[in-house]
């Protein structure tokens, strides 16, 4: 199957400070990879499509400025949340779809980002 | 745009029983139906899909239906196991949207 590789797994963050999440696809090339995020105990909520090449789409309620996303290559694409603060703490978790489709995604192992 | 639901959201069943996991969806359109099984801490893992075309597929001990017409599907687990605990999503995947859609999750427990 296809792998997609996320790090690191966990971070520890000052508020106001900024934190950069890495999403790899290993075995596949993705023009497309999409960013979660997920609240304990709770489903997995879109945040932004990120494009490769191109700006990354933004879902609804998601600020694209504290969420930064770079997709420089078919390979990775990075998230950086900026002046975190405690109420970004969260897991977050990046997938690709190894085909032309987006239906069928692979996910990382996903972060956990605490805000102190 | 779609609507994912899902029950239970928790469901415990002893070790050798089956577990069942319903969803329904709500536009006619879609047409992918992925299951993920998430562990505490991971990321979630695709475990078996359908596709509209499609009534039912198995692999090994899971299997999952899909009837269009009601718009709902489901995951069928035979002879659980310990290893099977974990949180499960279903999701819906529309072409035009081009993004898939979750439900909210089940806790499966499985009990010795």
């Known amino acids: 199957g296809a792998v997609v590789s996320q790090h690191p797994s966990w971070v520890i963050c000052k508020s106001g400070t900024s934190v950069k999440i890495e999403c790899r696809s290993l075995?596949?090339?993705?023009?497309?990879m999409f960013w979660y995020r997920q609240f304990p105990k709770q489903s997995l909520m879109l945040m932004a499509t990120s494009n490769e090449g191109s700006k990354a789409t933004y879902e609804q309620g998601v600020e694209k400025d504290k969420f930064l996303i770079n997709h420089a290559s078919l390979t990775l694409s990075t998230l950086t949340v900026t002046s975190a603060h405690p109420e970004d703490s969260s897991f977050y978790i990046c997938s690709a779809p190894p085909a032309q489709t987006n239906e069928k995604l692979f996910f990382g192992s996903g972060t956990q980002l605490s805000v102190l | 745009g779609e609507n994912v639901e899902q029950h239970p959201s928790t469901l415990s069943v002893q070790e050798g029983d089956s577990a069942v996991i319903k969803c329904t969806y709500s536009d006619s359109a879609s047409n992918y139906f992925p299951w993920y099984k998430q562990e505490l801490g991971k990321g979630p893992q695709l475990i078996i899909d359908i596709r509209s075309n499609v009534g039912e597929k198995k692999d090994q001990r899971i299997a999952v239906t899909l009837n269009k017409t009601a718009k709902h599907f489901s995951l069928h687990i035979t002879e659980t196991q310990p290893e099977d605990s974990a949180v499960y999503f279903c999701a819906g995947y529309t072409g035009t949207a081009s993004k898939l859609t979750f439900g909210t999750g089940t806790r499966l427990q499985v009990t010795l």
């Open positions: 075995d596949f090339q993705a023009t497309t």
